[in-house]
């Protein structure tokens, strides 16, 4: 039986998304200008960085072209400029051309794979000599006696679903750190669990989300793929009380097509993988779609709150960067840049306050610096286009509108909802007419989970925990119809009757780690924790 290792270093950082892996890079640049060697760790769950990875995704540069001024010079990844925008409304059968919102046209912007960017962006940083651990999940942090946090505890391997350790059993490891940097993205479940403890959400509104979900499809036609074509559509197939909308991106003989819906939405049929199907059967998207095969999948939430959902970035020990926090700009629906600059602004501060030896072990400079800089100001300028939706789709239409023309400077601040609120009976809604899978446009939930490469050892504890099992069927099923078995984008949770008593079942084995469960269960009754180091989904198209 092996024995439980400790590791040191003076910098950790939990995630290798894009915010992670620019709080790495740049920790190391400040290394090598200020001849100093701060010791710097970055911990990922995936099998490799960019595993885990899943964006639209269109990449302002801004950001980038600070850390790496360079890069363009250098073998990435980051190829199609956007050359066209479009916006349509789409009907049932037709679609209607739309100006293009300010805000959402991406002159200078690039058409990517954001797994494949976070890949390269790795390999950049174990040049500069970063510690990169992937397939590692952080289970829990490390507090010292004073309640700071230290480190973070890595997951076991080799665990039984009885609990028993097997033949191949390992401890986890404990990585201590001066300074913990947390960049999980969206619902992450160490940031949520320091959240809770340090109570940074005293000043903040509820963080709001959304889901995206993703196909990506090769194409060999050439009268319908159009390199660098950029275009986001309103309306159908989502209803005009549900928020979000679709997008379809053309780069490199490829042509991603997606949708993203809030979920905040009020109808527990909604299946955001059916939608997603049904997309496509829309003229308009399946004639782009001729001649090409689905080689990709992929679902993830997403923050929406923006600027008001924002908590506390700093705690005792350590700091919440990227996602993690919140920084999506849901008006020109990009995050990726402010999620970098936000790690960079982060290893700024770290460098300064180690390099000094400070006693404190809460950087606050860092809440002082995020507080004055673009990302808080670009994110306050729209802070009201997303809660406007709240009324439906046209109130939040001309809402949008206002708050463009007046670049925000509106003197209030609209309120956030909590999203698995927003759930109403089944009894007041329809299940969606889901069209037959044909495998070659329309795939079932199995065919989809299949293109994600997920994987899951079956012999370990559920990493899907129900919290009250006794409510799984007088209130999820028997009040909202059993909502998780529509909106998971994966078919995890299924109801079968076991011996003439229909029950929940757990498909964990499909889970594609979007978090949506987390968020969207009417009881919080469903929590998420990361399971076996290495497993879940094995994005690289996406």
Not at 238 to 254: A, P, R, S, V, W
Request: with cysteine; aromatic share 10%; charged share 20%.
């Amino acid at each position: 039986m092996q024995q439980k290792q400790n590791l040191n270093f003076d910098v950790l950082i939990i995630g290798g998304g894009p915010a992670g892996l620019a709080c790495a890079i740049k920790l190391a640049k400040l290394n090598e200008e200020n001849k100093t060697n701060l010791s710097i760790c970055l911990l990922e769950k995936g099998a490799q960085i960019g595993a885990h990875i899943l964006s639209g995704c269109i990449l302002n540069p801004l950001a980038l072209d600070k850390l790496i001024p360079d890069w363009k010079t250098q073998k990435s990844p980051i190829i199609t400029e956007v050359k066209k925008d479009k916006f349509y409304w789409f009907s049932q059968k037709k679609h209607y051309t739309l100006p293009v919102p300010p805000q959402m046209r991406n002159h200078g912007n690039f058409i990517v794979s954001l797994s494949k960017v976070c890949a390269w962006l790795s390999e950049y940083a174990q040049s500069l000599n970063i510690n990169i651990f992937s397939g590692y999940a952080a289970k829990k942090c490390i507090f010292d006696k004073n309640g700071n946090c230290i480190g973070v505890e890595t997951g076991e391997f080799g665990r039984k679903k009885d609990l028993s350790k097997s033949n191949q059993y390992q401890p986890g490891i404990d990585i201590y750190a001066k300074q913990v940097v947390l960049a999980e993205g969206a619902k992450g479940s160490l940031t949520e669990s320091i959240i809770n403890t340090f109570n940074l959400r005293k000043y903040a509104q509820p963080q709001s989300y959304a889901i995206g979900i993703k196909e990506v499809w090769q194409t060999s036609d050439q009268k319908n793929y159009i390199d660098g074509l950029c275009i986001h559509s309103m309306g159908y197939p989502l209803d005009n009380e549900t928020y979000g909308g679709g997008f379809i991106y053309h780069y490199e003989k490829k042509i991603a097509v997606g949708l993203v819906i809030g979920l905040d939405f009020k109808n527990p049929y909604l299946d955001s993988h059916a939608y997603l199907q049904i997309l496509k059967t829309h003229p308009f998207v399946s004639q782009m779609l001729t001649n090409s095969k689905c080689i990709a999948y992929g679902a993830r939430a997403l923050n929406e709150g923006g600027y008001q959902a924002i908590p506390q970035l700093t705690f005792p020990g350590g700091l919440i960067i990227g996602c993690a926090a919140g920084f999506l700009n849901i008006a020109q629906l990009k995050g990726t840049h402010n999620a970098m600059e936000s790690g960079m602004i982060a290893a700024q501060c770290i460098h300064s306050h180690l390099h000094q030896e400070k006693k404190s072990l809460e950087i606050k400079q860092y809440q002082k610096d995020m507080e004055t800089s673009r990302i808080t100001r670009e994110l306050k300028s729209v802070r009201n286009i997303r809660p406007g939706f709240y009324k439906g789709r046209v109130t939040g239409l001309f809402n949008a509108a206002f708050e463009t023309l007046t670049m925000g400077l509106a003197p209030w601040t609209l309120e956030l909802r909590e999203d698995y609120k927003n759930l109403k009976p089944k009894k007041e809604y329809k299940k969606t007419k889901v069209p037959k899978a044909d495998g070659t446009l329309v795939f079932s939930k199995t065919d989809s989970v299949r293109l994600t490469g997920t994987n899951h050892t079956e012999d370990q504890p559920c990493h899907l925990v129900i919290k009250d099992p006794s409510i799984t069927m007088t209130k999820n099923y028997n009040i909202y119809g059993g909502p998780e078995q529509y909106y998971c984008p994966a078919g995890v949770y299924e109801y079968i009757k076991v011996n003439g008593e229909l029950k929940l079942q757990i498909n964990a084995q499909n889970c594609i780690h979007c978090k949506t469960c987390s968020i969207k269960d009417p009881n919080e009754n469903i929590e998420w924790i990361p399971p076996q180091g290495g497993e879940g989904p094995i994005y690289s198209e996406t």
